[in-house]
């Protein structure tokens, strides 16, 4: 988390783009068959472990991850650093209401100063050239994409010229829900224990189950392909 937060002041103080990424078991699994997400994934500048999971998988491949970094976290943190150095963020993703109310959350914990803009995340294929001027007209620093895979990264990676004074773009996925108080974190020694999944699963096991359970036996069979090179 530090070193990614060290990175990231560095190049916004240098006027430069970083795009960031997260990888989760889910995502690694959908990179193997979307291969417009995998190319978005690998070019990005600078990648994060979102899962447990991918940092055990590290160990197990001998390329071990220090630690892993959890979207929520880095953007929260980053919440705090650009209120320090009054850099501007553009929130982009969700519903209206909860976009709404992150906004308004950072605005009283810190200041309205803090908002570049906003923007609910529905919307059609032959609107995403507007919106991304509209994010660059901002002339945020920061932009945040709480919208889910792999449209966020799809988005990003197709518009990365129009956003390019944009010094950091980051996709946060549910990340909006839960500052929002929509949906609950879990507890931390659950997210020590890397059952933050499961206890999202819990929440929502209808919607859930086939991304957790089917998704992460795809990416147990992966790391084991790897290992034993088969």
Same mark, same amino acid.
Request: charged share 25%; aromatic share 12%.
């Given at each position: ?10 190049? #916004?103080?240098?006027?430069?783009? #970083? ?5 989760? !078991? =889910?995502? %690694? ?19 994060? *472990?979102? @899962?447990?999971?991918?940092?055990? !998988? ?8 220090k630690e892993r970094v959890a979207g929520i ?19 982009? +993703? $969700? ?12 605005? =009283? ?7 570049? @803009? ?12 507007? %919106?991304?001027?509209?994010? *660059? ?8 994409? $709480? ?25 946060? @996925? =549910?990340?909006?829900?839960?500052? *929002? =108080? ?10 020590? !224990? @890397? ?19 089917? +998704? ?15």
């Amino acid at each position: 988390m530090k070193e990614s937060l060290k990175v990231i002041e560095k190049s #916004i103080q240098s006027n430069k783009q #970083i795009h960031h990424v997260v990888v989760n !078991a =889910g995502k %690694i699994v959908m990179m193997q068959e979307d291969l417009q997400l995998r190319q978005s994934v690998n070019e990005s500048d600078l990648i994060n *472990a979102d @899962g447990q999971a991918v940092v055990w !998988a590290s160990k197990v491949l001998g390329k071990p991850l220090k630690e892993r970094v959890a979207g929520i976290d880095l953007m929260r943190n980053l919440v705090q650093l650009a209120h320090k150095r009054n850099y501007k963020i553009f929130f982009f +993703g $969700a519903r209206e209401e909860v976009v709404k109310k992150v906004v308004d959350i950072y605005s =009283g914990e810190y200041s309205p100063n803090l908002i570049a @803009g906003y923007r609910n995340g529905y919307f059609k294929k032959e609107e995403e050239l507007l %919106i991304a001027q509209e994010i *660059a007209k901002s002339e945020a620093n920061m932009l945040f994409v $709480a919208i889910s895979s792999p449209t966020k990264e799809n988005f990003l990676f197709e518009n990365k010229t129009i956003l390019e004074k944009v010094n950091f773009v980051m996709g946060v @996925g =549910g990340s909006f829900d839960v500052v *929002a =108080g929509k949906v609950k974190r879990a507890p931390l020694w659950m997210q020590k !224990a @890397g059952l933050e999944w499961f206890y999202r699963f819990l929440q929502e096991p209808k919607r859930m189950w086939k991304r957790y359970l089917i +998704g992460n036996l795809k990416f147990l069979l992966l790391v084991f392909k790897e290992r034993f090179y088969f």
